[in-house]
């Protein structure tokens, strides 16, 4: 499933600087968890309690909220997600993104696995493994929460697990979160350090989980597009309820009616590659190219159909918070804009975001293109976008030639290459092999 969910990860291109801190830590770390010495038993003895709960439980629920701030050139961007998540012992799942870029639903019923994405419009069905640890499923929630000890919730061990790759720790005091008072904890990890607001009392869930990010984001900040960037990364944990009687329904599964079925492999990863969403041969490729209309900045409409079959068309599913898409677009822009007289014609469709933002973004950053606004993401379903950047090229004769997901450094070279040998009458589908 890696694949599908690449993008995704970045809370879909949220994460895709990050992608791997959006695993589960244990899969990442080697070493055993460190010497008890190096953590204050106070810290140590309230994560211990956390995770006798979750182990005595026979169910739980709670609801995750994401919040990440970005903030760059001066402007402030804010993106939430929120996620139902439930588990009952043995193999009981459901992970529910019910708001975000990229909805996503996963249940696991005891009999079978289930993973439906909403804006592809299908699912696939697995048998259910016996028990938490062995569920092929967890892997893909690991990866698109962004939340790092998530998979350890449903682990044999969550305290080893949580304190895996943790090198010290500290109990800083009390503190009230969402009303509630908890103890607030402070953590260094080998690959991120982490704070913890865990319930005091006889309930010690915990209530929020804040990373710091500058070992992930390092290297990745250090590139121009992002050098300016702040990101901070916050979960709250609300709404718990502990071995109580859950809804007799929830952890079923019925596939809308407009959904379809695919079978497993078409998500796995082939053997012998890395699991990316560039290896992925996209859905869209070598299509019918489908046609929408859509606002523009301008306040006029934008019909794909009146420029389909008369122009090469280069569309850009992109939005301002996204750290790929502020890189791709302006060399989007620049490619097109030389191309202007070859008949290309270039759309930079922004997900969901207001006028305002799209034009605060286009004037710090001196970017001139043409913005069509896909408020309901009605095009971006169309075109099976599930992460961005998503870089589009339709053809003269109305196909698809061009799907890539993600930002690559040799863009440019791409992009020019594929226009040239359009214009030349060549045909330029890329299926990734």
């Known amino acids: 499933m890696k694949k ?27 070493p055993a968890a460190p010497p008890a010495a190096k953590i204050d038993p106070k810290a140590a003895d309230v994560m211990k309690k956390f995770s006798d709960v979750l182990l005595k439980a026979k169910n739980f629920k709670f609801d995750l909220n994401m919040n990440v701030k970005i903030s760059s050139d001066g402007m402030n961007q804010e993106v939430s997600n929120n996620t139902e998540f439930a588990a009952e012992r043995p193999n009981k799942i459901l992970y529910d993104i019910k708001k975000g870029m990229m909805p996503l639903k996963i249940v696991s019923d005891g009999m079978n696995e289930y993973t439906y994405i909403p804006a592809a419009k299908k699912y ?43 090198v010290g720790g500290k109990y800083v005091g009390i503190e009230k979160i969402g009303g509630k008072e908890c103890h607030h904890l402070s953590f260094q990890h080998v690959e991120f350090d982490w704070d913890a607001w865990i319930e005091t009392g006889d309930r010690p869930v915990l209530r929020k989980f804040v990373p710091d990010m500058k070992k992930q984001l390092g290297k990745a900040m250090e590139k121009d597009a992002m050098k300016d960037m702040k990101y901070e990364m916050a979960f709250t944990l609300d709404n718990w309820s502990v071995s109580t009687d859950l809804p007799a329904d929830l952890f079923k599964f019925t596939p809308p009616a407009d959904a379809r079925k695919i079978d497993p492999s078409e998500m796995a990863p ?13 859905p869209s490729l070598g299509k019918e190219a ?10 006029t409409v ?32 620049e490619i097109t804009a030389g191309y202007a007289d070859k008949d290309v014609v270039f759309y930079a469709v922004n997900l969901q975001e207001d006028k305002d933002k799209i034009n ?17 993401s009605e095009a971006a379903k169309l075109y099976n976008v599930e992460g961005i950047p998503q870089t ?3 053809g003269k004769d109305g196909i698809v030639h061009h799907a890539h997901v ?7 070279e791409n992009i020019k290459k594929d226009l040239d040998d359009l214009i030349a009458g060549k045909s330029v589908i890329k299926k990734d092999k």
């Open 4 to 30: 599908l969910f690449a993008v995704l990860a970045f809370a879909s291109a949220l994460f895709c600087t990050t992608g791997s801190f959006a695993q589960d830590p244990a899969s990442q770390i080697a």
């Open 302 to 333: 934008f019909d794909l159909a009146s420029v389909k079959g008369r122009k090469i068309i280069v569309l850009d599913f992109w939005a301002t918070w996204c750290p790929p898409c502020r890189a791709a677009l302006p060399i989007l822009a």
């Open 392 to 394: 589009v090229i339709i």
């Open 360 to 376: 605060e973004f286009l004037t710090k950053q001196n970017v001139k293109c043409t913005v069509a606004m896909d408020k309901n």
């Open 406 to 412: 993600g930002f690559i450094p040799d863009l440019k």
């Open 270 to 282: 082939k053997p012998g590659k890395e699991a990316d969403a560039a290896e992925t041969e996209h």
């Open 124 to 166: 696939n069905v697995e048998p259910a493994e016996s028990d938490f640890t062995r569920l092929k499923c967890m892997e893909a929630v690991s990866r698109t929460s962004g939340f790092p000890l998530i998979s350890t919730f449903v682990s044999d061990n969550p305290y080893e697990k949580q304190m895996t790759g943790v």
């Open 290 to 299: 489908p046609v929408f209309k859509l606002e523009l900045l301008d306040g």
